[in-house]
């Protein structure tokens, strides 16, 4: 069930998500274009494509939040939340597809950026930077490590971020009235929380190694301190939505 | 073993009570109207049953399940809201709940949709509030469940199709499954009617056969209702 929920949220979420990928890349290439060729509108195209890169970043915000309150708190919740599915599995089938929309994100704004940017002449540059750098095979691994952790350390801040959101929502719309209202208090109130609770547990950790080690390391337990956030938010919106589940 | 079972079932809101020490039992093969005036706990007592609601008091079984997941595969919900999504194209729901119940029947869909002149290409949000009330039937009737949740179903269609839906809910029948209907509009859903169950505060007032229930008052169950309930 969990495979048709993410299918039906792609679907719903990707007729806005594409589009606006493709709107971004052809803005960028047409600014690469007149930045090139036509003088002042150059700037003119290189600002309607920064107003672009906001756009993105925005819309995919707020297509997330919008997916959760209209989805499961709103109207469309009388057939969502009486589906053969678990909350869990509604739970995880948002922030699953959140997620690769936020990555998805990235590699747009990363490929806009490449496209304003493009001369001709650049792959041959590229191919010959990439031959003479000395990257050592161990020097590799630890790229490679670096990388799934940096991937892990994404997914894990992507599913959190939209737990803050989530529970926020699932908390303010357990009232009869202002609803929106009361997820705005939940949301401050939830990150206050967590800033305390987060500063109340510092504490000096003592690496026993050096170097990249000390990085790895490091790295866990940024991602074991996030995913503990998400924990919270997660357990908080799974028992609103369970509990004190109030539609309209 | 009955499809539907609530035993002191009670629900508060805040410190109102919705529904209180509520028993009720509804077996495969019948019809029941679901009776009483606003504010009576009909919307809220199949709320329950859907899971969309959490008890404050005793318990409520469908198929013998606690509401969740596996008591949802079994149930076929018409909320009195559109709850589908209004961007998709009335083809696209049907693969939409092929997808989600295992017990949906993709051909008696279409053929509804035909019947009703429905174009399964249109999107819902371009459809008019009629239509768009017919879509929804549609898919929950579509289903061969084993309980049938109807909030309000004829209230927001027109006469000719008021007798559709009802010759639908007929030809529908099953002797294992049930169909549970909340409506004002008595006189038009009592010529279906098995059984009528009168809410009032909370409580069954009344839980009785239709038939003997005409013979009995010597009225229609529409009259009985306006003089139970009368203002």
Redesign the interface.
Known sequence: MLTKLIKHEFRATGRIMLPLYLVLLATAAGANFATRRMGDLGVLLVLIFALMILAVCVVSVVLMVQRFRQNLLGDEGYLMLTLPVSIHQHLWAKMMVSAVWFAARLLAMLAALLLLVWRPGNLEQISFAAQNVPLRLRDLRELQTLMLELLVLGFVACCTFCLQFYAAMAAGYSFSSHKAGWSVLFFFLFGTATSILTSLLEFDIEFERSGLAQVHQAMWIIIAGTAAVGAIHYLITAWFLKRRLNLA | MPVLECTGLGKK?GRVNALEGLDLSIEPGRIVGLLGPNGSGKTTLI?LA?????PSAGQIRVCGQAP???A??Q?S?L?E?????S?MTAGQLLD?YQ???ADFRRDAAQQMLADLGLDPKKKIQQMSKGSREKVQLILVMSRAAKLYLLDEPIGGVDPATRDYILSTIIGNYNPEAAVLISTHLIADVEKILDEAVFLKEGRVLLHSEVDALREEKGMSVDELFREVFRC
């Open positions: 809101y709320k859907c899971g969309l609601l959490t969740g997941p596996k949802c595969a149930l919900y909320p809201r559109m709850a589908v999504q961007w939409f997808d989600f119940y």
